[in-house]
């Protein structure tokens, strides 16, 4: 299994944690040289609608490594990041990204949006799109279909 397998699966874990909790299923994880974060959806249990769990890690890594700028750090998600997200991802100059499933509705690489690859930011990262998509997908599906 691959590191981004490894890692993407862990944030699918993460995301089932979320669930359990209320939240939206997407769950992440950051890693940076030898620092690994994790962080869940937390909108819910912090009545917080910028709890993303992107938001949480980007956060949690510019305390923990004394700097804002991420510019070593490969983000794993479950889903297509979504256009505040996008945003965060790009000013914190992420190295890299790697998600599961996609975001037709509000993602911000091709769903909806096209920020993260739009030629007019002032940041370029590698992104990886499609990883461990069907259990990701299927993850959010279920959680969705028994909201409804």
């Not at 590191?3 to 299923?25: F, K, M, N, Q, S």
């Given at each position: 299994?691959?590191?981004?397998?490894?890692?993407?699966?862990?944030?699918?874990?993460l995301?089932?944690?979320?669930?359990?909790?209320g939240?939206?299923?997407?769950?992440?994880?950051?890693?940076?040289?030898?620092?690994?974060?994790?962080?869940?959806?937390?909108?819910?249990?912090?009545?917080?609608?910028?709890?993303?769990a992107?938001?949480?890690?980007?956060?949690?890594?510019?305390?923990?490594?004394?700097?804002?700028?991420l510019?070593?750090?490969?983000?794993?998600?479950?889903?297509?990041?979504c256009l505040?997200?996008?945003?965060?991802?790009?000013?914190?100059r992420?190295k890299?990204?790697?998600?599961?499933?996609a975001?037709?509705?509000?993602?911000?690489?091709?769903?909806?949006?096209?920020?993260?690859?739009?030629?007019?930011?002032n940041?370029?990262?590698e992104i990886?799109?499609?990883i461990?998509?069907?259990?990701?997908?299927?993850?959010?599906?279920?959680?969705?279909?028994?909201?409804?």
């Amino acid at each position: 299994m691959s590191d981004d397998e490894t890692y993407l699966r862990r944030a699918i874990e993460l995301a089932g944690e979320a669930e359990r909790a209320g939240d939206v299923p997407i769950g992440a994880v950051l890693v940076s040289g030898d620092l690994v974060l994790e962080a869940k959806n937390e909108k819910e249990l912090r009545r917080d609608a910028t709890a993303h769990a992107e938001m949480l890690l980007l956060r949690e890594a510019a305390q923990r490594l004394g700097a804002w700028r991420l510019s070593e750090a490969t983000l794993y998600v479950t889903k297509e990041p979504c256009l505040m997200c996008a945003g965060a991802i790009i000013a914190a100059r992420i190295k890299r990204l790697v998600y599961g499933a996609a975001d037709p509705k509000g993602g911000a690489d091709g769903g909806a949006f096209d920020v993260l690859r739009s030629p007019k930011t002032n940041h370029r990262l590698e992104i990886t799109a499609g990883i461990l998509e069907s259990e990701a997908a299927a993850q959010l599906q279920h959680f969705f279909r028994r909201r409804r």
